[in-house]
């Protein structure tokens, strides 16, 4: 059998197609781009007009110059657009948005061209009977709409009457799904009026949609979105009834979509409407029969919850104490027409509060000047006195006016009281109380026992108790003697005037706690505990079932991940309920916290310090520092929350509580796995943060140790954020010279003089820092760390000398006092520059012999730095 080599092949063909081939090639580079377009149009080949499509674009840049060429190419997508192939209409169609870009660039040249020869095309695709060209038509249709490239008129009569259309009862079942899909997602881009007028008739026809369960699923999913466009009187009139109906339908699907907008649409209607009707109809959907409805029904919960926040009772602000010191201040009863109070809400109007799910989304300004955070708007205080430093310092006392009314007047609407005198001892005329009203007060009173001054109430009217169970001769042993009025005195708890006012309807006690007043930790019988879960910023049953969502019976018949949503969602919650209903949610917090799931302690420790802004300075102490300390010692997944945002927290404790932690932070430099590397970068992060509310010998004293040992990691990226830590430190104590002297000191004998190239390289990079951000004097530098930083000259890495040379020339000698003839160190600097740029090494000649102007700091730490091991 004959073996064929390479050169036993022929070549006679090779040379035959050749150059038949670069025929071809010369073929098509003769014709013009109009021409190569008109013959792979009409090609026979499906990937060749496949190919046209893709390259439409191209074409149209080649032509821009010529008016006629563009609408030429433009006619032309026309013809493909009639191409029986659909991969060929997928393609065109994946184009037509980058088309309409470059015409909307170049509209001068080719005015109306995306209107007249593309919006059609898109149009008409949205029907098409191939699910890929619907597909890609309906994509292509939403970008031109957020890229504002659809005029609005095109919108109102090309766009929005053709999806109508295709909701029709008789359309398509696929198409009529896809349509309402659409028409839910344009909504929010086309805005109320288009909504209003051309989607919302359809759009509630289709709720109710009896034959496409699937069509009822996505009005449901996208209920919320409408509602926001259209707003509240819409909302309420029109839409809420069919969204009742979608909360009751038969397909669970359904009912779940309904679960998981709902706060959005609770967000669009009233107060009055969240309370009386979405309420009971929520708890129908945490009772649903659905596993699946009652998961989403949860998960969304503390989201609903969140809509029953009055932006007056949430707002806060920050007074700025001194050294840092700051005082959270909760302005429950704050009024709008108080004309120099400043104050920043969560929300700008009651009816769409969503966003308080989100604490850090509200700004906090300060409060205006001579304005005192912890005197109420509604204390009268007289002009002489506003400057008493009892009323500017105390904090807000409850007042109660315990009128005692003769038996006589006495009315059911209001049971009778004490009246408390103007010297401030509380004085009972004649006994014109008996037993049972004295109990019915007591009883009032003592689900507000935790707040002192109720507490001294309640001890007033326990005494009057007493007495009247007394004899008469035992009488004036225990009471104390009677004055010329025949009242008892009885010692004022406080030393000072206290004029109380509890106004007491039906029975019921209405008061205003103190915002800072710390809770007790007295023992509760179970009606009583019952009685401190209770509030009237939310329904109760809402409440109720938030709190359950720690019970573990929850777990196995809702969701394994319950207790997380739970946490999740607890700030908001927190918020709407008010710091002084925080009583409600501390046993659930404690709950949550001691959770076996890590995943739910680290959720609660990326909070915390949210949850600590709304509470304030006193229930965070009481409350949260106990739950923070815990989580210090937790795994690194949880750790890694509280360290994120540990200068946040810590700002808000009071400063002998703060200076605690100082004896902790070492430990965050022990980590589970010791190649978590971004632990200990964002531990450097926290602490150039924490610098500032420390003083200069505590940062020297502990986290002068953290820096230098940070600055010794051997991840490069942990090593530069510790640079700029040491020289943040370096600012911080430079207004101490003893302290400044020792820690440069320190720093040249670790660094600098370090037996490791990398922390000499380290110490010429923090040389560089300091000078450039101003973190010490000329004076201080040229004293301290000039002449160890001008040694490295001789330093056998080649790396470090040219960092020397960057820092001297793009640092040092920037400096007018490093240039002045008279200055001593100028002459050394010189010595220094001639001898780098004689270097044997080419890079440290270049950097010491020009200034190169495009390498910077930044720079020199990602090129001259080891890589990240």
């Known amino acids: 059998m004959q073996d064929f080599g390479v050169d036993d092949y022929s070549s006679e063909s090779d040379v035959i197609i050749i150059p038949s081939a670069l025929d071809f090639v010369s073929q098509d580079e003769m014709l013009t781009p109009l021409g190569r377009l008109d013959k792979y149009v009409a090609s026979e080949n499906i990937f060749n007009r496949q190919m046209v499509a893709r390259s439409l674009l191209d074409t149209l840049k080649a032509v821009s110059e010529d008016e006629r060429d563009c609408i030429g190419v433009l006619e032309r997508v026309g013809r493909l657009a009639d191409d029986s192939e659909p991969s060929v209409r997928a393609e065109l169609m994946e184009q037509v948005p980058h088309i309409a870009i470059f015409c909307q660039e170049n509209r001068p040249s080719i005015p109306f061209a995306f209107s007249k020869y593309l919006l059609p095309i898109v149009v008409r695709y949205l029907a098409d009977q191939n699910n890929q060209v619907r597909k890609t038509s309906q994509a292509a249709l939403l970008v031109l709409l957020e890229q504002e490239l659809i005029e609005r008129g095109d919108i109102e009569t090309l766009v929005c009457p053709v999806l109508v259309d295709l909701t029709a009862p008789d359309s398509n079942d696929d198409v009529k799904t896809e349509a309402m899909a659409i028409i839910c997602k344009m909504a929010p881009m086309v805005g109320k009026d288009i909504t209003e007028r051309l989607f919302l ?132 009863n704050s009024t709008k027409n108080e004309p120099h109070e400043k104050r ?192 009237d910023v939310i329904p109760q049953a809402l409440l109720d079932q938030y709190l359950s969502m720690t019970d573990p019976s929850r777990a196995q018949t809702v969701d394994m991940e319950i207790a997380k949503h739970c946490a999740y969602s607890l700030p908001g919650v927190a918020m709407t309920l008010g710091r002084q209903n925080w009583h409600c949610l501390r046993d659930t917090y404690e709950t949550l916290a001691s959770d076996m799931q890590w995943k739910v302690r680290r959720t609660l420790a990326f909070s915390i310090h949210e949850l600590a802004l709304i509470l304030g300075d006193q229930l965070t102490a009481a409350d949260l520092v106990p739950v923070f300390n815990g989580f210090l010692k937790d795994l690194d997944e949880v750790r890694v929350g509280v360290l994120k945002h540990l200068y946040h927290f810590l700002k808000l404790l009071h400063q002998d509580t703060r200076r605690k932690y100082l004896y902790q932070l070492q ?124 040694q490295l000259a001789s330093d056998p890495v080649a790396n470090v000398r040219v960092l020397l040379a960057k820092t001297i020339r793009q640092s040092l000698l920037e400096r007018e006092y490093f240039l002045h003839s008279a200055n001593s160190h100028q002459e050394a600097l010189e010595q220094t520059l001639v001898a780098l740029q004689m270097d044997l090494d080419k890079d440290v000649k270049y950097f010491a012999s020009v200034h190169p102007g495009s390498t910077r700091l930044s720079e020199d730490a990602m090129s001259t730095t080891s890589s990240t091991y």
């Open 344 to 535: 920043t809400t969560s929300n700008e109007k009651d009816d769409s509060p969503a966003d308080i799910l989100a604490p850090s989304s509200f700004s906090l300004p300060e409060p205006a000047e001579e304005e005192s955070p912890y005197v109420s708007p509604q204390d009268n205080i007289p002009e002489q006195e506003l400057y008493n430093s009892f009323h500017f310092w105390r904090l807000p006392i409850a007042e109660m006016d315990m009128e005692l009314l003769q038996q006589g007047e006495m009315v059911p609407e209001e049971p009778p009281c004490y009246v408390s005198s103007s010297q401030g001892k509380a004085k009972a005329s004649a006994p014109v109380l008996d037993r049972k009203q004295l109990e019915e007060l007591i009883e009032n009173l003592e689900p507000h026992i935790d707040d002192p001054d109720v507490k001294a109430q309640v001890d007033v009217l326990t005494a009057a108790l007493r007495a009247t169970t007394m004899d008469s001769h035992l009488e004036d042993a225990f009471l104390e003697p009677r004055d010329s009025q025949g009242g008892n005195h009885y010692d004022n708890p406080f030393g000072v005037e206290i004029n109380c006012r509890v106004v007491m309807r039906n029975s019921t006690l209405q008061m205003h706690h103190g915002d800072d007043s710390e809770l007790s930790d007295s023992s509760f019988s179970p009606e009583d505990e019952k009685k401190s879960k209770h509030q």
């Open 201 to 332: 008739p359809r759009f509630c026809e289709m709720c109710c949609d009896c034959r496409m369960f699937h069509v009822r699923k996505v009005c449901a999913a996208n209920f919320g979105d409408i509602c926001s466009v259209v707003g509240g009187e819409a909302t309420e009139e029109l839409l809420l009834p069919r969204f009742f109906q979608l909360c009751s339908d038969n397909v669970w699907g359904v009912r779940k979509a309904c679960a998981e907008c709902f706060m959005t649409v609770s967000s669009s209607t009233s107060q009055e409407v969240r309370r009386t009707k979405l309420s009971s109809l929520f708890i129908s959907l945490i009772s649903d029969p659905s596993r699946w409805v009652r998961q989403a029904a949860f998960q969304s919960l503390g989201q609903f919850i969140s809509t029953f926040a009055s932006p007056n009772s949430v707002g806060q602000y920050f007074r700025e104490g001194e050294e840092g010191e700051c005082n959270c201040v909760h302005s429950q």
């Open 667 to 790: 430990e965050f430099l022990v980590t589970d796995n010791s190649r978590n590397w971004r632990f200990r970068s964002e531990l450097a992060e926290q602490l150039v943060l924490l610098l500032e509310l420390y003083s200069g010998q505590d940062v020297y004293d502990y986290l002068r140790p953290l820096a230098f040992s940070l600055c010794l990691d051997r991840v490069s990226s942990v090593r530069w954020t510790s640079y700029k830590l040491v020289s943040e430190i370096i600012r911080k104590v430079a207004s101490c010279q003893a302290l400044l002297a020792d820690f440069l000191s320190e720093l040249v004998e670790k660094f600098c003089h370090s037996p490791k190239w990398s922390g000499r390289q380290a110490f010429a990079f923090i040389c560089q820092l300091a000078i450039e951000d101003d973190c010490v004097s000329l004076e201080q530098f040229s004293e301290h760390l000039l002449a160890p930083l001008l």
